[in-house]
DNA sequence: CCGTAGTTTCAAATAGTTTTGAAAATCCAG
DNA sequence: CTGGATTTTCAAAACTATTTGAAACTACGG
């Protein structure tokens, strides 16, 4: 039934592979990054192998530009490394095949990039309100009010950011441990 | 010194508040949802007060349509709730004020959102490459390596999702116990 | 019922993001 | 050096997401 297949086992694992890329793909805002960027991820997790450009490509229907610049990213995010090949002038791309460092350097770079910035904002914020009510013709007690909501957020963002500071921080172990820990409470 | 000021006091405290508008409209994207509603739901945290959708159109400069469809999400993902005002027509708003349960709704939204369909492709792809060493003429270790990569994410991806549900189900407590377990660790 | 205040919807416009492709820059073997 | 191979850059195009605004709808007091 059904159509021919000349090089059956091949086009079944690379099937799975595109159906795994495209799951992963979805993933992209989950992580923070753009869908080919996942994908290209995805694309070198599950080969497991060290891919060019070309091969990147050609795989995945992307113009050189796009293939060019979301390698460079992924690099930058610490998640794929380049590799040389031997006797070989291109360039190679190899995912990070530990998942939880992975994961690590996924959470860093997101604490990095959208965590910090917003802490600043909120110190400098409260900051500026803690000698408000000095002007205040507005009753005490709003101001007061305003600023023990902005202290409750604060103080939230700021756990979050100590917490992954702590469990993510360079070295290994940290995240693994606290996922077990976390797995053996109540 | 500077412009002369007439109501200075409103003006300060309005001041800060936009002020946090803008940095909590920035975590956006961290928390799924577009600028303008992570806009809206500040200025609704922050006031602490009921608005109705005027009040926020006034002071968000946004159409009547988006300030109505963006209520209306904030509403769905359960971080802010209608209050009705006796002798007033008009719907209010009001924004979730424990920090903790809006961390846990916007978790579980995310969770099912993200995470759920993710999990369920990767299920599926796992079961469909379960009896592919069949028709191999792959070797058999690509294919076996192949399968175990998979695996390796999925358990990742199932721990989050267990995690998530366990600290983040329902009821009160999860996740500030959690956190305060965290912050014991070494 | 009718008229009006209030709310929702949705097609079209705008804004923002990603992708392309080709030109420019870089790299390296000979 | 030089010339071809490879990679990077970036303006323009394609695509996606958000926002607008006005029409349709709903609910309610009179």
Do not use: C
């Amino acid at each position: 039934m059904g159509t021919p297949r000349l090089i059956p086992s091949r086009n079944e694992l690379a099937k799975a592979q595109d159906e795994f890329i495209g799951a992963w793909g979805q993933m992209g805002s989950l992580w923070g990054i753009s869908r080919t960027m996942a994908e290209i991820h995805a694309l070198l997790y599950i080969t497991g192998q060290p891919l060019n450009t070309d091969e990147v490509m050609d795989r995945l229907q992307v113009s050189r530009g796009n293939a060019s610049m979301s390698l460079r990213a992924l690099v930058d995010w610490g998640i794929v490394t380049k590799v040389h090949k031997r006797g070989d002038r291109k360039e190679y791309f190899e995912a990070e095949q530990d998942v939880w460092a992975m994961s690590r350097k996924v959470i860093r770079e997101r604490l990095r990039r959208e965590i910090h910035p917003v802490l600043a904002s909120l110190f400098e914020i409260r900051d500026e309100t803690a000698n408000l009510a000095a002007f205040a013709d507005t009753p005490r007690a709003t101001v007061e009010a305003h600023n023990r909501r902005l202290d409750t957020l604060l103080d939230l963002v700021q756990m979050v950011d100590r917490l992954g500071e702590r469990f993510v921080g360079s070295e290994g172990k940290g995240l693994k441990l606290a996922a077990s820990v976390l797995a053996k409470i109540p």
